[in-house]
Every structure is written in C-alpha cells, then in structure tokens.
C-alpha cells in the first residue's frame, strides 16, 4: 500500500491550500482515512478521519477552517484548509486504517499505512 501527498507549499495567514493524497496498492480500501500533522517539536496530532461511509470527525483547532473528503473512484482523499493560521505549520501526513468499535478515530494507533508527509508553511 502507497500513499503520497501533494499540495503543500507556502503560503500567507488567511489564505488557502488544498491537499491531495493519492493511495494504490488496496486488496480492500481501508474504511477509515485520515490526516495528521506534525509540527516541529510537538507530537504528531490526528485532525481530520473520514469513513468509507462519508461520515467526518475534526479536531477543534481545525474545525470550521478545514474540510476533508473522499474520491472512492480515483482512491484520492484531500484536505481543504481556508483561513490558514502560522499555527498550522507543520508536515501533514494522510494515514488509512480500520474501524475500531465500528468507527473511525483520530488516533495515532488506528491507522496502518502512512504516507510521507507534505509541508505546509503559513507566514504571518
């Protein structure tokens, strides 16, 4: 299983970015996708998990600001982010992974297959 991101870059506070994460290699598509992000020293975070069934879950600090959604056809997920923050700085990685309790999560441990990360700098 492959996942690789896109759309990263620089951008200034109150603008917008989207990105993309394009995933090969399923026998089965996971029913959870996700993304994380890391900023330097801290700890990676969960901030957005979408189920097969289309169903959302966001952190606080990006709800509201952040939209995820799915592409089943093209095996695409994205993350649209408006009103960008120089808090939202960081690498931004897109996970997959199972339902836990019938369910998915923004937990770390719920998902299996990362992919490498893109950056997304936002200037103030």
């Known amino acids: 299983v492959q996942l690789v991101e896109s759309g990263g870059g620089s951008v200034q506070a109150g603008g917008s970015l989207r990105l993309s994460c394009a995933a090969s290699?399923?026998?089965?598509?996971?029913?959870?996708t996700g993304w994380f992000r890391q900023a330097p020293g801290k700890e990676r975070e969960g901030i957005a998990t979408?189920?097969?069934?289309?169903?959302?879950i966001y952190a606080a600090s990006v709800k509201g600001r952040f939209t995820i959604s799915q592409d089943n056809a093209k095996n695409t997920l994205y993350l649209q982010m408006s009103s960008l923050k120089p808090e939202d700085t960081a690498m931004y990685y897109c996970?997959?992974?199972?339902?836990?309790?019938?369910?998915?999560?923004?937990?770390?441990?719920?998902?299996?297959?990362w992919g490498q990360g893109t950056q997304v700098t936002v200037s103030s």
């Open positions: 996970a997959a992974g199972p339902r836990r309790r019938g369910r998915c999560y923004t937990e770390i441990i719920d998902f299996t297959y």
């Open positions: 979408i189920d097969r069934d289309g169903s959302t």
């Open positions: 290699g399923y026998t089965y598509s996971p029913y959870c």
